[in-house]
């Protein structure tokens, strides 16, 4: 998913709105990962969204608009053979943008299921146009919050799971929004088959500390990356992360870059403003 700075969010959207989402007294101790964004589809978007809503996007949210799923929602082998008509490896990616990688990663593979979690309507419009254009049968689109959904997970029911550049919530105050939490890692954990794969990966060095920092004490993952980089061992935030070559650094392990995701115009971006690039590759062990 794309970074999305709720500071500076009003410059990017029609008439400057920001739309938080509507909380109940349950509700409102839930730490989103995103901000909810006013967001008008373009035409040739709000044509794909009609043509292609039925064959990719699923039914699971609760409600009209709401990004929560049903409270009844139970993945398993069985709700995955009723979606994908098959009993394929599901990999499921979290956060999929524009749809440029998981619709790539489809095409090349049709022996693999894959399901797109994307709150942002641009983005699962976008998603649906690329997948139609290739008329693509094992791809699902699903517009609801990702922890919900792999909450909604039984044991041992997905491949792999992607998260590909998530938004790096930059300022300190802000990191407990960042979608890589132990609470996520733990379901995550439980979703995966044994040897099943998170793959991670950011430009932004605070967010791959904050990943060590999370995945790499748990005895349920295995990193198995072979890289050694050297990082901060200290946070820094939005105004100070000029800092960060001046702070105390550590060794940690990484992969090499993931050759079956595609450089998207994303990445390519980063690579442009000299950020380099963190793959993190983390094993189910079980």
Not at 108 to 123: K, S, T
Not at 151 to 158: F, P
Not at 171 to 186: D, E, F, N, S, Y
Not at 220 to 245: I, M, W, Y
Request: include cysteine; charge should be negative.
């Amino acid at each position: 998913m794309d970074d999305f700075n709720v500071d500076s969010a009003s410059g990017d959207l029609p008439n400057g709105n920001l739309l938080e989402p509507k909380q109940t007294n349950a509700a409102a101790r839930v730490i989103l990962s995103f901000v909810r964004r006013s967001a008008r589809l373009d035409a040739r978007l709000e044509k794909a969204k009609q043509r292609y809503s039925g064959m990719y996007l699923l039914d699971i949210a609760d409600g009209v608009g709401s990004l929560r799923v049903k409270s009844d929602l139970c993945v398993d082998s069985a709700w995955i053979e009723a979606n994908w008509g098959n009993a394929n490896p599901l990999i499921v990616e979290i956060g999929s943008g524009q749809g440029e990688n998981i619709v790539a990663a489809a095409a090349a593979n049709p022996n693999m299921n894959f399901l797109a979690l994307e709150v942002y309507d641009p983005g699962v419009a976008h998603t649906m146009l690329l997948a139609g254009k290739q008329d693509l049968q094992n791809l699902r689109i699903a517009q609801v919050n990702a922890p919900d959904f792999l909450a909604a997970c039984k044991s041992n029911v997905l491949a792999e799971v992607w998260t590909f550049f998530p938004d790096p919530w930059p300022k300190m105050r802000h990191h407990k929004r960042r979608i890589v939490q132990p609470a996520l890692a733990q379901s995550v954990h439980n979703a995966l088959v044994s040897g099943g794969v998170w793959r991670i990966a950011t430009d932004i060095e605070d967010y791959a500390l904050h990943v060590h920092e999370v995945m790499d004490s748990l005895a349920c993952f295995k990193n198995v990356g072979s890289l050694r980089v050297s990082l901060p061992t200290e946070h820094v935030g939005k105004g100070n992360a000029q800092d960060a070559a001046d702070l105390p650094h550590a060794d940690f392990v990484e992969s090499q870059r993931f050759d079956g995701r595609v450089l998207t115009n994303f990445e390519r971006k980063g690579l442009e403003a000299g950020r380099v690039i963190h793959d993190l590759t983390y094993v189910a062990k079980k």
